[in-house]
């Protein structure tokens, strides 16, 4: 009889438990990341009884673990970017203030004051920093550092024009395209393409300007574009072998070409620059360029020459004299025009491998590629259109500022900067046990032991880890259906026991009242 009042016992005992167990996973259906529990029970060890069969007894019930239920919780939509869940198995790794390492599926995180990911305890998340090029990723796990991130200005290297350009200008005129152009220390320069029309009207020159200065080198002239106004050609001209000097005395001419775009064509033979009596008498022979004509004394000075190759106005080509020049004294030189199939070409605003005064440079070693045609070159055409520009492209860009965060499904945290630029500034890391069940809870944490085996750290989406899922936050698991059952029940186990126990102590008391 007395063995039945303990048996009641333990039953009472294992249902206030269960109960416990319960309580506690209601109490936690709104706590993100939360983990509900479960409880077993086996049967107490058993008493021999005697008799010819010999049966065995029970002693009662004991609660043999409380386990954790790892099921995936729901997401729930949040509007922070890094509010993160992980769909799948894995924990986010974080530090708390005494250093010590917690593991945890509430991924609630935000920028705190310091400007480290942390989550709504203040512990700071870890994972992998990338250089500030965003390319090269740290491998050691650290806090994730979100301070001070730049993205570092890019030198520009490569331009592109997409226009149209009117077939129906008139020779000598020009249509100008600026843009924005960066340096290696982000400063911004204006980068200017001149398109001058010729007197062919196949042919249009250009040049290039920086911040008002010329190209120490250009690699073309212009373009010759065919019947149906496509880009057909780029050509290059100068005016070659270098002039021939004829004179009696000690004359001599330095060549400057201002506009090479209008040496559209090769000389039929070459162009004779010969002095008359004085300085205002020079007279020339054209060599092919019908219209082209002369100035001397130019802005007041008797030692320059010009030449307009079409005669509209403006020198394309300058002669400085020096030294005595006397009657019948000449000048002689021919324009050589190549042309070649359209291919990007590069122009150059100071010497290569040079720098500008502050010491930052342009392009590469110097070099800015014009995208003429090919992979992302915008289109150039010439049309019976009034010109205009259509799009405009250039690469490079200033330093900027991180202005939004996004997180990746394989945990790359990706900085949007005010630059307009998208690199990664961080990657958030996942831990794994072999154990599950041997993780010890330290409030909303688990905690790694022995029982656990050793953690397993790896990205996200990689070695069995679950991806991660940026804008949610993991709910609890609770089940509130399921443990309202399950309360059913440990409430009737409970009035069971008890029940029980009324039983046998009124069985006691009858045995009691026996002598009476």
């Known amino acids: 009889m007395a063995t039945s009042l303990w048996i009641g016992t333990t039953g009472l005992s294992g249902s206030e438990k269960q109960l416990d167990v319960i309580a506690n996973n209601l109490a936690n259906a709104n706590t993100p990341g939360f983990k509900a529990s479960d409880t077993f029970f086996n049967s107490m060890l058993s008493q021999?009884?005697?008799?010819?069969?010999?049966?065995?007894?029970?002693?009662?019930?004991?609660v043999s673990a409380i386990t954790k239920i790892f099921d995936q919780g729901s997401f729930e939509s949040s509007g922070n970017a890094t509010d993160v869940a992980i769909d799948g198995n894995g924990f986010f790794i974080v530090k708390d203030s005494?250093?010590?390492?917690?593991?945890?599926?509430?991924?609630g995180f935000e920028v705190n004051k310091t400007g480290f990911l942390a989550d709504k305890n203040d512990y700071t998340v870890q994972g992998?920093?990338?250089?500030?090029t965003g390319l090269i990723e740290d491998t050691s796990l650290t806090d994730m550092d979100l301070r001070n991130i730049q993205s570092v200005p890019k030198s520009s290297t490569t331009f592109s024009l997409g226009l149209t350009l009117d077939s129906q200008t008139k020779t000598g005129e020009t249509f100008d395209v600026s843009q924005v152009l960066y340096d290696s220390r982000g400063a911004e320069h204006s980068l200017s393409t001149t398109f001058m029309k010729t007197e062919n009207?196949?042919?249009?020159?250009?040049?290039?300007?920086?911040?008002?200065?010329?190209?120490?080198?250009?690699?073309?002239?212009?373009?010759?574009?065919?019947?149906q106004g496509l880009v057909e050609m780029v050509y290059t001209a100068d005016v070659t072998p270098a002039p021939a000097v004829t004179t009696a005395g000690d004359g001599d001419a330095v060549l400057k070409v201002n506009n090479s775009g209008q040496l559209y064509k090769d000389t039929t033979a070459p162009i004779v620059l010969t002095r008359g009596a004085d300085t205002n008498t020079w007279t020339f022979t054209n060599g092919g360029y019908e219209n082209m004509s002369l100035n001397y004394g130019i802005s007041g000075a008797d030692d320059l020459i010009g030449i307009d190759m079409d005669g509209i106005g403006g020198d394309d080509i300058t002669f400085t004299l020096t030294g005595a020049w006397a009657l019948d004294d000449a000048i002689s030189?021919?324009?050589?025009?190549?042309?070649?199939?359209?291919?990007?070409?590069?122009?150059?605003?100071?010497?290569?491998?040079?720098?500008?005064?502050?010491?930052a440079t342009i392009g590469l070693e110097g070099d800015l590629t014009w995208n003429l045609v090919g992979e992302g070159a915008?289109?150039?055409?010439?049309?019976?259109?009034?010109?205009?520009?259509?799009?405009?492209t250039i690469d490079g860009y200033a330093p900027g500022t991180v202005t939004s965060l996004d997180v990746k499904p394989n945990g790359l945290v990706e900085g949007m900067f005010?630059?307009?630029?998208?690199q990664n500034v961080a990657r958030l890391m996942l831990a794994d046990f072999a154990n599950l069940q041997g993780l010890n809870m330290t409030g909303s944490y688990f905690v790694e032991t022995n029982e656990s085996g050793p953690v397993v750290i790896n990205k996200p989406a990689t070695g069995g880890l679950g991806q991660i899922q940026s804008h949610s936050i993991e709910m609890s698991n609770t089940d509130t259906g399921r443990e309202f059952i399950k309360m059913i029940m440990a409430q009737r186990a409970y009035q069971s026991s008890a029940k029980v126990i009324t039983t046998a102590d009124q069985m006691t008391q009858v045995l009691m009242n026996v002598k009476q």
């Open 48 to 62: 021999n009884l005697a008799g010819g069969s010999q049966q065995r007894v029970g002693q009662g019930v004991g």
């Open 98 to 107: 005494d250093n010590r390492t917690l593991y945890t599926r509430a991924g």
């Open 128 to 132: 992998h920093m990338f250089d500030e």
């Open 201 to 227: 009207a196949s042919y249009w020159g250009v040049k290039t300007t920086m911040d008002g200065a010329e190209a120490e080198a250009q690699q073309y002239s212009g373009i010759k574009f065919d019947s």
């Open 333 to 359: 030189f021919n324009i050589v025009q190549n042309e070649e199939a359209a291919v990007d070409k590069t122009v150059r605003f100071y010497a290569a491998g040079g720098a500008l005064a502050d010491g």
């Open 378 to 392: 915008e289109n150039i055409r010439s049309f019976a259109a009034t010109s205009k520009v259509a799009s405009l």
């Open 418 to 422: 005010s630059n307009g630029q998208r």
